[in-house]
């Protein structure tokens, strides 16, 4: 096995799908829709939440803590949060339920109008995440899917979506993360004065 072409092949495939994301002139204006909308929300002291599975729940908590705790300076906490951090509720909903119901059940409680839910599932079809985006819907909040190429599911109940051109999954995650580093500087950047 040949381990530095692999290593290679790897970074030259992550390079690619970024490239495609940066030449997709829709993409980037979603982007800075998305981050519009986020500033939006919390100056009218609203909240962002966040639902994935597997890998998308990790980029859920990585960017819910970019939030609320800070991403390249000091300054406010700002309300972002996964929706999968409580096991207990998780299980318990999960086992009284059914696991569609763990992110949409949460949503109904957390959830106001003009608040932002961000799905993220590389298919775009994980079916918690689909119910959570309709309650979300509902209620009346912004609704953005991350996914991949095709959208999944996702893309019909969202306001916005970041479909990575890629069916890649670990290629698709990585660039779900570098769109929501993006998101969380322009919003920390909108929102609060650098300190000197």
Do not use: W
């Not at 992550?14 to 994301?21: D, G, I, P, R, W």
């Not at 763990?102 to 949503?107: C, D, E, L, N, T």
């Not at 918690?128 to 309650?135: H, S, Y």
């Amino acid at each position: 096995m040949n381990f530095e072409a692999i290593i290679k092949q790897n970074i030259q495939a992550s390079l690619s799908t970024k490239e495609a994301l940066l030449n997709d002139a829709n993409l980037l204006k979603q982007i800075q829709t998305i981050s519009e909308k986020i500033i939006t929300t919390y100056k009218n002291d609203g909240k962002v939440l966040f639902c994935g599975n597997g890998g998308s729940a990790a980029d859920a908590q990585h960017l819910a803590a970019e939030f609320s705790g800070r991403y390249y300076f000091d300054r406010p906490p700002l309300f972002a949060e996964a929706l999968h951090v409580n096991t207990s509720y998780l299980t318990a909903v999960g086992n009284d339920y059914s696991y569609e119901e763990v992110f949409s059940r949460i949503v109904k409680a957390m959830g106001r109008k003009g608040d932002v839910l961000v799905g993220i599932s590389t298919s775009g079809n994980s079916k918690n995440v689909v119910r959570a985006l309709k309650v979300a819907q509902e209620i009346g909040m912004t609704c953005v899917a991350f996914t991949g190429k095709t959208g999944g599911e996702m893309k019909n109940h969202c306001d916005h979506l970041i479909n990575i051109p890629s069916t890649d999954t670990p290629r698709i995650q990585e660039c779900h993360i570098l769109v929501g580093h993006i998101i969380c500087e322009i919003v920390e950047a909108s929102l609060f004065v650098k300190p000197a």
